[in-house]
């Protein structure tokens, strides 16, 4: 009895370790094809999430600069609308104290008003430099708005009343497992209505 | 039976906690990244939303001052309260919480401080300009959060714990984003087009010219008159309907309708505009305390004597009707030297000079006639020998209900030099003899011109006269 049974272990020992040969190999053949799918799906993921994450950024970089267009734009005075290197001029609403407090507004004696003199106005101007938006304010330092710009333009319409802006961004999906079609470059527009007469031409706005 | 090995039990657990903890932190940055570009695009939207509630507020503003220009009872300034700026003017304040307004029904709240500064008020002509200052402010639904990238805090500010603006604590749930904008607005004359309808009009003739000069400008006239030398192109004409017949007129200046077309355009220098509306403001029957009580009404030669003191109420003159034929005159004299003289003259019925009799208005007076009826002048019936149309103002006076419109109908030929703004009566100017001109601008509900009639809009003009309007002349949103 005692012989039988140790007999069966032994038969069972050797099933065991037959098995474990058998289910190394599987198991590593499993463990291989799995860990290749998760590689590759997490290589796809990983992609799709820099490119997901590129779209966002660029996304909120169209916001951006077009937000600071139009803030600026609305407010303008005159234009200087050079091919990537374009000027706004905004009435000289704050003073030159540090705490750039407002000023009282003077009637011009035309039918119009300002603010400081008569001719005063704040240059803003936006320059590409490299691949990237540049904004700057008077005489503040530059700062960066966007990044992976081609190009930009204004384009004044309608008497000078609107202005349209265009800008074109490098390719947000720059992945080699991406399609060409997805590649190609994104052009932003902008569309502004300016609410100040424009002192650099005739106009009027209401 | 087999036992599985406790090591082979524990390697699989430790490969499915590695597993889950790899895709919970791929899906946790993940969240994060889409959290923190929903919360951008979300603040982002409400941002907008502020600068619309605040420019609303502007809107708001110039709506009660446009009622404030309308006969009484117009009900300006109602729901407002009033104080005073610190610069001394009188200052009004209006809040306006408009519900769901916003973005998931979140209201909209617009705080308003209209004032009158005395450095905007233009000596030259007494107009007062205003102040208006608007705050729109929106409420953030999302988390109270700044965003990750450091160009957009800067340029969309938000008040995530305190107001950026009063310092306030907001508390947990108070977060906001507020907009602030200034805008400046200046009346508008009452004759800031050439010529303008509230419905039809009909130019006819091809050889028709409008233009403008500026009396005040020697570079624009010459001795203070037109001089086609110094032509410019500012002879605007306009409907509030929706159809314009240039019959081919030389017009140098824009051509605009209510969302209409405009024919016979060919000459036309200016632009074709489709977008132009401008609310008529009835004029109301002057109501004077005092006035100078004789003559009651003119039937035949007379004399009205105007005052070196505007308003005064000897050069005041309330007459049931003007009615002069032949070579019969009616004078409006002020002083012998020609210095500046003031007279008014409301004429409660109609005034009719027909034949060769003419009203005549001497030098230096200014002169403002009021008529609720009908006007009838011949050519050369109307003498302003000030030759400026800023001299002699006709105002027609808002019929009651439901009466018949009346017409005014002027002679075209000779010389006008008039200022008319009539925009419930029909207004015709008729020449049926040898080309006239006539210096100044029309208004009427309908303006239909007849034979040939140069008109020459004086841009002096624009800076006198009834109030008709307000526009804007600054704006600014203020960043801070």
């Not at chain 1, 319409?157 to 994104?186: N, Q, R, W, Y």
């Not at chain 2, 419905?199 to 037109?226: E, F």
Request: aromatic letters at 8%; charged letters at 20%.
């Amino acid at each position: 009895m005692v012989n039988d049974t140790a007999s069966r272990g032994a038969i069972r020992r050797r099933a065991a370790g037959g098995f474990a040969l058998g289910e190394i190999i599987i198991s590593t053949a499993i463990f291989s094809a799995v860990s290749a799918g998760l590689i590759l799906g997490f290589v796809s993921l990983r992609r799709n999430y820099t490119a997901t994450t590129d779209f966002a950024i660029n996304h909120a970089d169209q916001m951006r600069i077009s937000d600071y267009l139009a803030l600026d734009l609305r407010r303008a005075v005159k234009l200087e609308p050079l091919k990537n290197d374009a000027s706004i001029y905004i009435p000289c609403y704050y003073d030159s104290t540090a705490a750039r407090s407002p000023q009282t507004p003077l009637l011009d004696g035309k039918g119009g008003v300002y603010y400081g003199t008569a001719t005063c106005a704040v240059k803003v101007r936006y320059y590409l430099q490299g691949a990237s938006i540049l904004r700057k304010y008077g005489d503040d330092a530059p700062s960066e708005l966007a990044r992976d710009v081609e190009d930009f333009e204004f384009n004044a319409t309608d008497l000078g009343k609107v202005v349209k802006t265009s800008i074109k961004f490098k390719p947000t999906f720059k992945s080699s497992g991406a399609s060409e079609e997805v590649k190609t470059a994104t052009a932003f527009h902008n569309t502004t209505l300016l609410r100040n007469s424009r002192r650099d031409m005739q106009s009027g706005v209401y | 039976m087999r036992r599985l090995n406790s090591d082979e039990s524990g390697s699989v657990l430790i490969w499915t906690v590695l597993v889950i903890t790899i895709l919970s932190l791929a899906a946790a940055e993940l969240l994060h990244v889409v959290s923190s570009k929903y919360t951008n695009a979300l603040q982002t939207a409400q941002w907008q939303e502020s600068l619309l509630a605040a420019e609303s507020g502007v809107d708001l503003a110039i709506r009660e001052l446009r009622k404030s220009l309308f006969p009484p009872p117009n009900k300006a300034w109602e729901g407002w309260s009033s104080g005073q700026s610190t610069e001394g003017s009188i200052e009004r304040y209006g809040i306006s919480v408009i519900p769901n307004a916003g973005l998931a029904g979140t209201e909209m709240t617009i705080n308003v401080t209209v004032d009158a500064p005395l450095q905007l008020r233009d000596a030259s002509n007494s107009w007062q300009y205003y102040r208006i200052r608007a705050l729109g402010t929106m409420p953030i639904t999302g988390p109270p959060r700044a965003n990750d990238n450091k160009q957009d805090t800067r340029l969309r500010k938000l008040s995530l714990k305190t107001d950026r603006f009063t310092g306030a604590d907001l508390g947990n749930s108070g977060a906001r984003v507020t907009r602030r904008v200034e805008a400046i607005v200046r009346p508008v004359s009452a004759f800031d087009q050439a010529v303008m309808s509230l419905s039809s009009l009909d130019l006819n003739d091809a050889n028709i010219v409008i233009d403008s000069y500026d009396s005040r400008d020697p570079n624009k006239s010459t001795n203070g008159q037109y001089d086609a030398a110094e032509r410019q192109k500012n002879g605007h004409i306009a409907t509030n309907g929706n159809l314009i017949n240039a019959g081919n007129a030389y017009v140098y200046g824009d051509v605009s309708t209510n969302s209409g077309t405009a024919t016979g355009i060919t000459n036309v220098s200016g632009v074709q505009r489709t977008d132009f509306y401008q609310e008529p403001v009835p004029v109301a029957a002057p109501t004077w305390p005092a006035i100078n009580s004789t003559p009651m009404l003119v039937a035949g030669n007379a004399n009205l004597a105007a005052a070196s003191t505007e308003g005064s109420a000897s050069s005041r003159y309330v007459l049931s009707s003007i009615t002069i034929a032949g070579t019969e005159v009616l004078n409006l004299t002020g002083n012998a030297d020609g210095s500046t003289t003031y007279i008014e003259v409301y004429v409660t019925g109609d005034i009719s000079a027909t034949g060769n009799s003419q009203i005549i208005v001497h030098p230096g007076v200014k002169a403002t006639i009021y008529f609720a009826g009908g006007v009838k002048v011949s050519g050369n019936g109307l003498v302003n020998k000030n030759n400026q149309p800023g001299n002699l103002l006709m105002y027609g006076v808002q019929p009651p209900a439901g009466s018949t419109t009346k017409t005014v109908e002027l002679g075209g030929s000779g010389h006008l030099t008039a200022a008319v703004y009539a925009p419930d009566h029909h207004v015709h100017m008729n020449n049926a003899g040898t080309r006239g001109t006539a210096n100044g601008s029309f208004v009427g509900k309908t303006f239909t011109m007849t034979g040939t009639t140069d008109l020459h809009y004086d841009e002096a003009l624009g800076s006198g006269g009834r109030i008709s309007n307000y526009k804007i002349v600054s704006w600014f949103e203020d960043t801070r």
